[in-house]
């Protein structure tokens, strides 16, 4: 089966830290680039972080320097590490997979998460 | 990193044509073949309905087509039917590993 299931959203303290993970499975996991993107209450799709299959990343300018994005093809898994985290970190958060031709073409169930002040 | 404008919302009576336009910058939408359209329904995950501009995902119906032309690329909606309401959102390659989305169009089904 196809799927991306995300797991590891919460509660959380602002200034604390969440690890989400995305297992994948029914695809070839590592030939393909994971992104996370976000969506606040009510509010629109902010991409946030995007690893290749070869490792190069990029990051979102609001979430630089305080996410980390990862991957574990053993696992086939995509992780992100959220350090000091703010109320406006607040989302649901998606794991999805680029389909070779820079656009989305799988989506996960997303797993929210939420930072109180 | 500035998001892509959408109009925040659009409309259209059955059997009708709409067309959602997603404005960027020449370091995004027009300076690359990567704009892709989603589209939302209330609580449910994203899905890809467009890809390279104007390219249908599998299983798409031909209802749905995508354009560029500058800095704009545009979504059409013809023929439309009650289950076309949802949000749509663009997203453009902005070079260097980066991407952007819309702020997202509501479309209403009258």
């Known amino acids: 089966q196809v799927q991306l299931v995300e797991s590891g959203g919460g509660v959380v303290q602002r200034g604390g830290s969440l690890r989400l993970s995305c297992a994948a499975s029914?695809?070839?996991?590592?030939?393909?680039?994971m992104h996370w993107v976000r969506q606040a209450p009510g509010k629109g799709l902010e991409w946030v972080a995007f690893?290749?299959?070869?490792?190069?990343?990029s990051y979102a300018e609001s979430v630089k320097g305080r996410f980390t994005i990862s991957r574990d093809n053993s696992r086939n898994t995509l992780y992100l590490q959220m350090d000091t985290l703010r109320p406006e970190d607040t989302a649901l958060y998606y794991c999805?997979?680029?389909?070779?031709?820079?656009?989305?073409?799988?989506w996960g169930q997303g797993t929210r998460v939420t930072v109180s002040s | 990193q500035s998001a892509l404008t959408q109009p925040p919302s659009a409309s259209g009576s059955p059997g009708q044509s709409v067309t959602i336009s997603c404005t960027g910058t020449?370091?995004?939408?027009?300076?690359?073949?990567?704009v892709s359209w989603y589209q939302q329904h209330p609580g449910k995950a994203p899905k890809l309905l467009i890809y390279?501009?104007?390219k249908r995902t599998s299983g798409i119906p031909d209802r749905f087509s995508g354009s560029k032309s500058g800095n704009t690329a545009s979504l059409t909606v013809s023929g439309l039917q009650a289950e076309d309401e949802a949000d749509y959102y663009c997203?453009?390659?902005?070079?260097?590993?980066?991407?952007?989305f819309g702020g997202g169009t509501k479309l209403t089904v009258l």
């Open positions: 999805t997979r680029d389909g070779f031709n820079y656009a989305l073409d799988m």
């Open positions: 029914g695809f070839t996991f590592s030939s393909h680039g």
């Open positions: 690893i290749k299959y070869d490792r190069k990343i």
């Open positions: 020449s370091s995004d939408v027009g300076g690359y073949n990567y």
């Open positions: 390279e501009g104007f």
């Open positions: 997203k453009s390659f902005a070079g260097r590993n980066y991407w952007v």
